[in-house]
Structures are given as C-alpha cells and as structure tokens.
T-cell receptor
C-alpha cells in the first residue's frame, strides 16, 4: 500500500510568519517528491520538487527531505494571504518511477 | 507558455453511459497521466502512458476504464459504463521526460446522474 500522509489542518498563520507543512510516505522505493498548491476547484500547481536528502530553497519556499525518516516538508517564509490554499505532497513511486501518489493535502490560511 | 488543455470542462451524463474525456498534452512531452479527485478528497493516480502503451495503473483503473492516444496530440480517457461514484474532477497531466515535473490540465468535472 503506497501511502502519503499529511496533516489535513486547517493550519492558520499570521501574515509574515513561517508556515510549516509536513508529509510522510510509506514506500521506501520513492524516487522524487513534490509540493503542489491547489486552489478550490482548480488543478494542482507545482511549487517545488526535491530528489536528494537535505534542503532545497526557491524564493520563499524551502523543501526538506529525509529519506531515512521517509519525511518531506515545506516551509513558506513571509507567508502572504495569497498563499492561502491546500498544499499537496506527492511522491513518485513504481518500478518505472512513473506512478505518482498524493497526500490528502493541508489547508493553509494566512491571516492578514 | 505551453499548457495542457482538457475538454469538456464539465460533462454531465446518465449512469450507465459511456464518456470520453479529452486531453491535449504539451507537444514535446512523452509521458501522460490521468488522475481523479472526488470532491473534498485527494488526487488519485489512475494511469500513466508512455510510448503508446500503459506504463502503470492503479487499482482504481479497472476494466471500466481505457486510455488511448488516437493521434499525435490527443490523449483520451474512456469510462465505459459510468457509475454514480465516478463523479469527480478528472485531471490530465504530462511530463517532458528529462525531469518528472508534471504539468496539469485544468480538469474535467464529470457528473453522473
């Protein structure tokens, strides 16, 4: 069973604060890890991907991966009201590396 | 900027009818995917497609479902005999191949009555 677990929230942070989103996955064969943002009624929009253990920064976003703990996180610095959305963690598994599983998402609200 | 397109945006059908959902992936992409998202639930992988054949499929993708790339641009998902529980948003996605970064289409909302 390929599981991707996220805290569904809702998570509320004040504007300008750091939002921390967490994700765990069950399949040790997982190759790559993704964070998507999804607004209500819209399709997922890629924020970041990470392949290797450690941190990866892109603007206000930092993804962190720990394969030993099967854990991936996303930090959003200087949170803005426009960051309010559901954040989806996705993992690429499968022997061809061609099978993606999503978590249920964490709902984030940034309060002005 | 190139994008994945999907038609129709909303499809209403009667239970037991066949539906075909259409997608046009980004033109130089090689891998294609279908997902569904039931309202309020997670995005669920259905199937991946590469080199004109199914690469991987989930337990959800049973004999009721089929995929096809009938020409060089379209990628279709057929649901043979729709059930009420097939009501969901269906997303198509594609990957170029040099990375596994997926680009999603806007989705088709399928309503089965």
């Amino acid at each position: 069973q390929k599981e991707v677990e996220q805290n569904s929230g809702p998570l509320s942070v004040p504007e300008g604060a750091i939002a921390s989103l967490n994700c765990t996955y069950s399949d040790r064969g997982s190759q790559s890890f993704f964070w998507y943002r999804q607004y209500s009624g819209k399709s997922p929009e890629l924020i970041m991907f990470i392949y290797s253990n450690g941190d990866k920064e892109d603007g206000r976003f930092t993804a962190q991966l720990n394969k030993a703990s099967q854990y991936v996180s996303l930090l959003i610095r200087d949170s803005q009201p426009s960051d309010s959305a559901t954040y989806l963690c996705a993992v690429n598994v499968g022997w061809t590396g061609n099978q993606f599983y999503f978590g249920t998402g964490t709902s984030l609200t940034v309060i002005p | 900027e190139p994008e994945v397109t999907q038609t129709p945006s909303h499809q209403v059908t009667q239970m037991g009818q066949e539906v075909i959902l259409r997608c046009v992936p980004i033109s130089n992409h090689l891998y294609f995917y279908w997902y569904r998202q039931i309202l309020g639930q997670k995005v669920e992988f259905l199937v991946s497609f590469y080199n004109n054949e199914i690469s991987e499929k989930s337990e959800i993708f049973d004999d009721q479902f089929s995929v096809e790339r009938p020409d060089g641009s379209n990628f279709t998902l057929k649901i043979r005999s729709t059930k009420l529980e097939d009501s969901a948003m269906y997303f198509c996605a594609s990957i170029e191949g040099s990375t596994d970064t997926q680009y999603f289409g806007p989705g088709t909302r399928l309503t089965v009555l």
